[in-house]
């Protein structure tokens, strides 16, 4: 446990509009657990503070663990990208999903699964991924699998089979880098009463940092877990992704710290 540990509260002060809905902070602490009914809160160390999360009120986001990002014979690796990073959050999270499980905390899996007919993905969008209108993009069939790139139901769009979906997850579709775009990943949250959300997947500098940037414009708590995220970009990507997560949007953690948290809640 990290020296940050908070151990009594005294010296925190509320901060937000609204009583039942405000977070209590120090110049070390920032207790994110609302004082709603029946809060179970859990000391995490984090940066650029320690954190106390109220798993009753905490998802876990995975974003994009799928086959076309991050398995060989996939799209990214089709056109030449290396898809090694993007198995770093694996081993991780297959410690943290069973632990997560255990103590009640929804695991939401928002992943790519475009419509067939592309009707609602704009030019703009389309261009990225390709740019000359002659290249393998979303929706085109990935030579040697014949899957379409990220179209829902595809192997492509899959979950990557080292990752489980249990019965009691959520699945969401999403169509933009963001997963709050044309989703309805937030009156999910809502329903759930979640007002806490951690982040875990890739790639940390493209769709984890763009949901995360929106849950956190929409008035959620954000931490990206550091060891479940990773990126295929150049490292500069992942270093400025790490420090906007902390100076603008919120935290990050280990899960290597929450897990013992869970397992005593």
């Known amino acids: 446990m990290s020296d940050h540990s908070p151990t009594h509260h005294t010296e925190l002060l509320p901060l937000g509009p609204r ?32 954190l106390v999360l109220d798993l009753n009120r905490t998802a876990l986001i995975v974003v994009d663990m799928q086959n076309d990002f991050c398995t060989p014979g996939g799209w990214l690796d089709h056109i030449g990208v290396d898809t090694t990073p993007a198995r770093r959050p694996v081993a991780p999270l297959q410690s943290l999903l069973p ?30 991924y390709n740019g000359s209108g002659r290249d393998v993009g979303l929706g085109d069939p990935v030579p040697g699998t014949g899957a379409p790139v990220l179209q829902k ?36 949250l809502r329903n759930l009463g979640v007002s806490t959300c951690l ?33 295929t970009s150049p490292d500069f990507c992942w270093d400025a992704t790490l420090y906007n997560a902390r100076q603008i949007f919120g935290f990050t953690a280990l899960s290597a710290d929450l897990i013992p948290a869970l397992e005593t809640s």
């Open 19 to 50: 009583p039942g809905g405000q977070w209590r902070v120090s110049d070390r602490v920032a207790d994110l657990s609302r004082r709603g009914p029946a809060p179970r809160p859990v000391d995490v160390p984090a940066a650029p503070k320690s």
């Open 199 to 231: 982040f875990a997947g890739v790639n940390a500098d493209q769709c984890v940092l763009h949901t995360l940037a929106d849950a956190n414009f929409l008035g959620y708590d954000t931490i990206l877990l550091e060891d479940c995220t990773a990126t």
């Open 153 to 188: 139901d595809s192997w492509g769009a899959a979950v990557i089979d080292d990752l489980s979906i249990d019965d009691r997850d959520i699945r969401v579709d999403k169509f933009r880098m963001s997963g709050f775009w044309d989703s309805p990943l937030d009156s999910i």
């Open 99 to 128: 632990a997560l499980r255990h103590a009640g905390v929804p695991v939401i899996w928002v992943n790519w699964g475009n419509r067939e007919d592309l009707i609602n993905i704009s030019p703009a969008l389309r261009h990225v």
